[in-house]
């Protein structure tokens, strides 16, 4: 099993829909929890840390469950700008050496 | 400006040779990594030095060795490059060795062995 697993996509919405990905993650002793973006071709990017309680930046919210080791991201009103990979990505418990555990990335074409 | 850089940003080279690429940040962070991302866009980190001292180590093959002259300086040399070595590879940056962080990339190297 993946330590991270994202569904691949693509997710093909029109501009101004509500979209939503999830990822699931193997290790419950996972720390933290994040969203990066890339877009084609570049780097990726912080887009978001994900906290237990949820949080919420504009457009974006981020869930976290942790008794079920999974994490969200909805999107709401997509703009085309959106379009990019969502990567979800999380690091090791405390005791072990620090690291970013990426997935796969989730692939969002939002059209006109 | 650029907060983390990496040279070259497009490599092609036949199989067999030896080549480096080279990452330099200016944000004052202490840890650096190197993470190679392949053709399914699955990235995976394969070193991570702080403050000059190696402290993750993947399971790369021993072709690739990095080299952090200072802890502003990350590079990567790859011996008898092969095939499947062709990826893009990111150099990041992060404040701390541990705990809740953010790291940042470099632009990438497209590296291209034939």
């Known amino acids: 099993r993946k330590e991270v697993e994202q569904d691949p996509g693509p997710f093909n919405v029109p501009e101004g829909a509500t979209v939503a990905f999830n990822c699931t993650y193997s290790n419950s002793a996972s720390q933290s929890f994040f969203w990066y973006r890339q877009d084609c071709r570049k780097e990726p990017k912080l887009l978001m840390s994900?906290?237990?309680s949820g949080n919420e930046d504009g457009r974006f919210t981020a869930q976290l469950n942790r008794a079920s080791q999974y994490i969200s991201l909805l999107i709401r009103d997509s703009k085309l700008s959106d379009s990019a990979t969502y990567l979800c990505v999380v690091t090791p418990p405390m005791d072990s050496s620090y690291k970013l555990i990426f997935g796969s990335g989730t692939r969002l074409l939002v059209r006109p | 400006d650029t907060a983390v850089s990496q040279t070259p940003k497009y490599l092609v080279t036949q199989m067999g040779n030896d080549k480096s690429i080279k990452c330099e940040q200016n944000l004052g962070h202490d840890t650096m990594y190197w993470y190679k991302q392949d053709s399914k866009k699955f990235l995976k980190i394969m070193f991570s030095?702080?403050?000059?001292?190696?402290?993750i180590n993947e399971t790369v093959p021993n072709r690739f060795s990095p080299k952090s002259p200072d802890k502003a300086h990350l590079n990567l040399h790859i011996n008898s490059l092969e095939l499947g070595d062709s990826a893009v590879y990111f150099c990041?940056?992060?404040?701390?060795?541990?705990?809740?962080?953010?790291?940042?990339f470099g632009a990438g190297t497209r590296l291209s062995v034939l």
């Open positions: 994900v906290y237990s």
């Open positions: 990041a940056s992060s404040p701390l060795a541990r705990g809740v962080d953010i790291q940042y």
């Open positions: 030095y702080n403050n000059k001292e190696l402290i």
